[in-house]
């Protein structure tokens, strides 16, 4: 039962490098999400998916970038790592958009 | 926009005991969904319970269970015979109904459970 899984675990970046980040789901979820969390604060959304080959912007989109070629695969894109984007990254999927999200184990992220 | 706060930053509460964690919402919907989140030290993220807003009966699942006021916009947990298990962070989370799906959390509450 993999459910919702994240690659990389982990990561260290320089301020200025790109990298993306893997959100696999293997439960035919149609909709996927991608949240930060800071430490005091609660998840904020970046980006989410209705649908394959759909994106939407969330509450903080801003540096970042989505896409969902697959339905089941969501990809989260930094082009230019700031240390502002230094956090925790939840990836989630629901299979409507009123059900319950279940997420994956998160990627800490510290860009220096 | 919705907006959710949970006041209580921490709380501790000793095993077998009972704790309310609490929990206010804005907005301005009819049609809404509210969740608690468990978030342990190991940063999963754990659905604990959800409450639709057309429905008046409180939600309950085994040992946790809600007291969801519509009028006063309130949505507490109160976690009965609390366990060592029990200790993580609790996020209160609001969706609007229809197709809209996105949650909106909460800053959380830190439960330690003690002996």
């Known amino acids: 039962n993999a459910g919702v899984t994240q690659t990389p675990k982990f990561r260290v970046l320089k301020t200025g490098q790109s990298m993306t980040l893997l959100c696999a789901q293997d439960?035919?979820?149609?909709?996927m999400y991608w949240y930060r969390q800071d430490p005091g604060m609660g998840l904020r959304l970046i980006h989410y998916?209705?649908?394959?080959?759909?994106?939407a912007k969330g509450e903080v989109p801003d540096g970042y970038n989505v896409s969902r070629l697959k339905k089941q695969n969501f990809l989260l894109g930094l082009e230019s790592a700031a240390p502002s984007q230094t956090s925790v990254y939840f990836c989630?999927?629901?299979?409507?958009?009123?059900?319950?999200?279940?997420f994956g184990d998160g990627t800490r992220l510290s860009i220096l | 926009a919705q907006t959710v706060t949970q006041s209580q930053p921490e709380m501790s509460v000793q095993e077998a005991e009972t704790v309310t964690l609490s929990c206010t919402y804005d907005t301005s919907e009819n049609n809404y969904y509210l969740f608690w989140y468990k978030q342990p030290p190991s940063r999963q993220m754990i659905l604990v319970i959800r409450q639709e807003a057309y429905k008046q009966q409180n939600a309950t699942e085994n040992r946790f269970s809600v007291n969801f006021q519509k009028a006063a916009k309130s949505f507490s947990l109160k976690i009965s015979d609390s366990q060592l298990g029990d200790t993580a962070m609790y996020f209160c989370?609001?969706?609007?109904?229809?197709?809209?799906?996105?949650?909106?959390f909460g800053t959380g509450t830190r439960l330690q459970v003690t002996l």
């Open positions: 989630a999927s629901s299979y409507m958009g009123n059900q319950p999200q279940h």
């Open positions: 439960m035919n979820h149609e909709y």
């Open positions: 998916s209705v649908g394959e080959g759909t994106t």
């Open positions: 989370a609001f969706m609007r109904g229809g197709t809209a799906s996105k949650l909106t």
